[in-house]
C-alpha cells in the first residue's frame, strides 16, 4: 500500500515537472503605442515659427445700481475699477528628428489693475473705504524648449505634443495709491526660474500653417523678490516649489508656420522619383 501512494506521488510529481518545463509560452507585455507611431508629423529639417498672445480688459462697476455686484457680493458698495493683462509671446523651432524639435521663446506679460474707489460695509458701525489703489507689472522671459510630437490616429492633421520647458526671466510691479498729492507704495524686481512640462494639441490648416493650444501643467520654479517700500524700507524674498496642477490663466492659443528646408524638400523629390 506504502508503495503504491509513493509511486503515485512520484508520478504526479513528475507530471507537473513535465507541465512546467513544456509551458515556455512567452508572455508579451501590453503595448499600448504610446510615442512609436510610424506617422510623420512634421518632418525632420523643418524649421518652425510662430506667436501666440492673448488681451483682456475687464470694467467693473460702471452702473449707478449695479445690480450683478448687488447680489454677488452684499457687503461691497460702490465698486469702481478695471483690469487689463496683454500677452505676446514669439517662438522658433528646429526639428532635429521627425516629429522633435528644439527651440527658443519669449515671452512679454503686462498686467494693470486699477480701483477708482470701493465701500466695504461689514455692519452699520463697521466699514472700509479705499480709492485710488493700483498695480502694474510687466514681465520679460525666455525660454529653451524641447517639443514631441505625438499624432492622433497616424493623422498629418491632427497631433498632440508635450513641450519641455526651462525658462528664465525678469519682472517689475509696483503696488500704490494716492492720497492728494502724495503717493504711497511699493516697487519690486522679481527674478524668476522655472522648469514646465506644456501639453497642447495642434491642428494644420494648410500644408504650412498650424493652430495650436496649449496649458500649463506641472513646473518648478524659483523666485527671488527684492522689494522697496516707499523708497525707505528694503526687504528681500525668495521661495521655491513644485506644482501639478492644471493652470486655467496659462491657456494659450497660438499660430505656428512650419517651413521645409531645402534638405527636406529634396528628400521628397527622391521619394517622388523613388515611387515613379
Known sequence: MKKTILTAIIALAATISVAAKSDTTAIKPFDRGIGKSNSCFIPKGSVGAGISFS?????????????????????????????????????????LLDNLAIGARFNYERNGFGLDGVNLSISEDLGLSMKDFHFFKQSYT??????????LANSKRFAMFTEVRATGGYAQSETYKKEGEDKFGTYQDIYTFELGVVPGISAFI??????????????????????????????????????FKINLFSISFGMSFYIPTAQNKSKKIKN????L
Open 55 to 95: 488681451y483682456s480688459k475687464y470694467d467693473f462697476g460702471n452702473m449707478v445700481n449695479d445690480a450683478g455686484y448687488s447680489m454677488l457680493f452684499s457687503l461691497v458698495q460702490d465698486l469702481h475699477g478695471s483690469m487689463t493683462s496683454f500677452t505676446i509671446s514669439p517662438f522658433v523651432s528646429y526639428f
Open 142 to 151: 525666455g525660454s529653451l524648449t524641447l517639443r514631441n510630437y505625438m499624432p
Open 206 to 243: 494648410t500644408n504650412e500653417v498650424a493652430l495650436e493650444i496649449s496649458v500649463g501643467l506641472l513646473g518648478f520654479d524659483y523666485q527671488k523678490v527684492v522689494q522697496v517700500t516707499n523708497q525707505v524700507e528694503k526687504s528681500q524674498m525668495e521661495k521655491s516649489g513644485a506644482n
Open 272 to 275: 517622388k522619383q523613388v515611387a
